[in-house]
């Protein structure tokens, strides 16, 4: 069984600064991680994923994650936080065997950004 | 079409009455997913088709749930004798193949509220 857990259900930060999101699973074979950021009113839209190629992985709008095996953990950050991320984030975790590939989800974070 | 759609937007039905909500995945997406967001249970995976079989239904809560997948395209979701506890969001998602490194596309959702 997979799982994963985000820690903080809610992140403030003021524009500029540092976004760090955090995202650790739980997994028995190798997983595939991914960051999904969901607008008001809108579905899931895809950040980046990690699928065992480079450890460190750059998505979209300035977003990057790293996937720690030690630490179980794939936590996104951006270094300088604009108005516009404001949105809820959900890591996701899926199996890499099998024909079952559903996504297993963390409860979210929203991120506010301040000025 | 350029996106997942889903039909309706939003849903308003009283208790006990069936539901039929509609996924349009991508063109040529072969696999198909459904998932629900509540308050009180996150994102949770309902149930994947590949082509028009359904290989993993093990997310569906109840068999007040069904679903079908025709034409290795449209999918519907019925939800029969509907109850409060059924109020969400119902996110469709379409992938390329049924594999875990591949991106899922997330439709725009349909807000089911049941009164």
């Known amino acids: 069984a997979q799982s994963v857990t985000q820690l903080g259900s809610h992140v403030s930060v003021s524009e500029g600064a540092l976004v760090l999101l955090r995202c650790n699973y739980s997994?028995?074979?190798?997983?595939?991680l991914f960051w999904y950021v969901q607008y008001p009113n809108q579905g899931l839209q895809l950040l980046l994923k990690?699928?065992?190629?480079?450890?460190l992985v750059k998505g979209i709008n300035g977003f990057e994650a790293e996937f720690k095996k030690s630490e179980t953990s794939f936590h996104l950050t951006k270094p300088s936080a604009h108005m516009s991320d404001a949105a809820e984030y959900f890591c996701a975790v899926s199996a890499p065997t099998g024909t079952a590939s559903k996504l297993t989800f963390g409860t979210g974070t929203r991120l506010q950004v301040t000025l | 079409g350029a996106g997942v759609s889903q039909s309706p937007s939003n849903k308003v039905t009283e208790k006990g009455k069936d539901v039929e909500l509609r996924c349009d995945p991508i063109s040529g997406h072969t696999a198909l997913y459904w998932y629900r967001q509540s308050l009180g249970q996150g994102l949770e995976f309902l149930i994947y088709?590949?082509?028009?079989?359904?290989?993993?239904k093990s997310g569906l809560p109840s068999d007040r749930f069904s679903a079908e997948r025709t034409g290795g395209s449209v999918s519907t979701l019925t939800i029969q004798r509907t109850q409060q506890e059924d109020s969400a969001v119902y996110l469709c998602?379409?992938?390329?193949?049924?594999?875990?490194?591949?991106?899922?596309?997330f439709g725009p959702g349909t807000r089911l509220l049941v009164l």
């Open positions: 088709f590949q082509g028009n079989s359904a290989p993993d």
């Open positions: 990690y699928t065992s190629a480079a450890t």
């Open positions: 998602a379409s992938s390329s193949f049924p594999q875990g490194s591949e991106t899922q596309y």
């Open positions: 997994s028995s074979v190798p997983p595939y």
